[in-house]
């Protein structure tokens, strides 16, 4: 079993920075790939980006490529989002998620609560 737990979410204006953080419990954290996943209102649930156990292989929506940075630190059983250039489309909530190395919904076993990033225009 994964517990996690989000944070760091909040408001930004648009061309700002925002670092969220996942920390997860449980000694398996290095074993799992994490995702995160963000869901904008009235939108279905989508993929931001991957990592895989090691930290050595990552890939992006499209969307995100060259403005957010997905990382971990299995020291601290903690995976982060260092989102750049953040733009009004950007406003979701932001789902951490522990699994198999994919884009796909079905690749991850556990989920966190989620945290709210807005971006203003």
């Known amino acids: 079993q994964v517990q996690l737990v989000e944070s760091g979410g909040g408001l930004v204006q648009a061309g700002g920075s925002l670092r969220i953080s996942c920390a997860a419990s449980?000694?398996?954290?290095?074993?799992?790939?994490m995702g995160w996943f963000r869901q904008a209102p009235g939108k279905e649930r989508e993929f931001v980006a991957a990592?895989?156990?090691?930290?050595?292989?990552?890939y992006y929506a499209d969307s995100v490529k060259g403005r957010f940075t997905i990382s971990r630190d299995n020291a601290k059983n903690t995976v982060y989002l260092q989102m750049n250039s953040l733009k009004p489309e950007d406003t979701a909530v932001y789902y951490c998620?522990?699994?198999?190395?994919?884009?796909?919904?079905?690749?991850?076993?556990?989920w966190g609560q989620g945290t709210q990033v807005t971006v203003s225009s």
């Open positions: 998620a522990a699994g198999s190395y994919c884009s796909g919904f079905g690749c991850y076993n556990y």
């Open positions: 990592i895989n156990w090691s930290g050595i292989s990552t």
């Open positions: 449980g000694r398996t954290f290095s074993s799992y790939a």
